[in-house]
Nanobody, 128 residues
């Protein structure tokens, strides 16, 4: 079992930046670094969509949706059992609840159905 806690959301003006964090809590932290991790988002009235993913430590590979490529960066800090999503040049269309998810495999995937554990989400609002 993996417990995930997201943080770092908030209100920001267009063009600004935010950094989201996804931390594994408790004993699940020992296995967190061996799992593929993804960030997803869901805007009101829309389906949840893939944003970015990073494979497990040792297989380090990152994936991005076309809508965020070049603006967002995903990374992991193994010592802190944390995955980050650095979001730059934010746009109003980036407004959504952002979720962190982990799958019991070393490779990250773009499909939400490939993930086994989810955090509670953190709200990101970008004003124009």
């Amino acid at each position: 079992q993996v417990q995930l806690v997201e943080s770092g959301g908030g209100l920001v003006q267009a063009g600004g930046s935010l950094r989201l964090s996804c931390a594994a809590s408790g004993s699940s932290g020992r296995t967190f670094n061996g799992y593929g991790t993804g960030w997803f988002r869901q805007a009101p009235g829309k389906d949840r969509e893939f944003v970015a993913g990073v494979s497990a430590s040792g297989y380090y590979r990152t994936y991005y949706s076309d809508s965020v490529k070049g603006r967002f960066a995903i990374s992991r800090d193994n010592a802190k059992n944390t995955v980050y999503l650095q979001m730059n040049s934010l746009k109003p269309e980036d407004t959504a609840v952002y979720y962190c998810a982990v799958r019991a495999s070393t490779v990250a995937k773009t499909s939400e159905y490939a993930y086994d554990y989810w955090g509670q989400g953190t709200q990101v609002t970008v004003s124009s």
